[in-house]
């Protein structure tokens, strides 16, 4: 059974950090791209961040400079840094693992900037 479980939510003021990590359980984690995404209320989910499965990196404009994502292979474990964060970086972030033959999503966690 596949899982990807988020972690590392929650509320957190203007300018600060969050680290979101994303556990991968069922794949071959280093086969698969790993990606975080987030939808807002009433918006269209959109990438934030992307680590192919050879190790390349890949962020949107308003990501770049302010996030960064990582993974450690031996833990199945993707982390996203996301710093100076701003009110509308506030969304539900979701992992997803694919590659041609899968493509798993997690169940999201929220991320609230509020002052």
């Known amino acids: 059974q596949v899982q990807l479980v988020e972690s590392g939510g929650g509320l957190v003021q203007p300018g600060g950090s969050l680290r979101l990590s994303c556990v991968a359980s069922?794949?071959?984690?280093?086969?698969?791209?790993i990606g975080w995404y987030r939808q807002a209320p009433g918006k269209k989910r959109e990438v934030v961040a992307l680590?192919?499965?050879?190790?390349?990196?890949s962020y949107p404009d308003f990501a770049k400079g302010r996030f960064t994502i990582s993974r450690d292979t031996a833990k199945s474990t993707v982390y996203l840094q996301m710093n100076s964060l701003k009110p509308e970086d506030t969304a539900v972030y979701s992992c997803?693992?694919?590659?041609?033959?899968?493509?798993?999503w997690g169940r999201g966690i929220q991320v609230t900037v509020s002052s």
């Open positions: 069922g794949i071959i984690f280093s086969a698969n791209t």
């Open positions: 997803r693992a694919w590659r041609a033959d899968n493509d798993y």
């Open positions: 680590i192919f499965s050879g190790g390349g990196t």
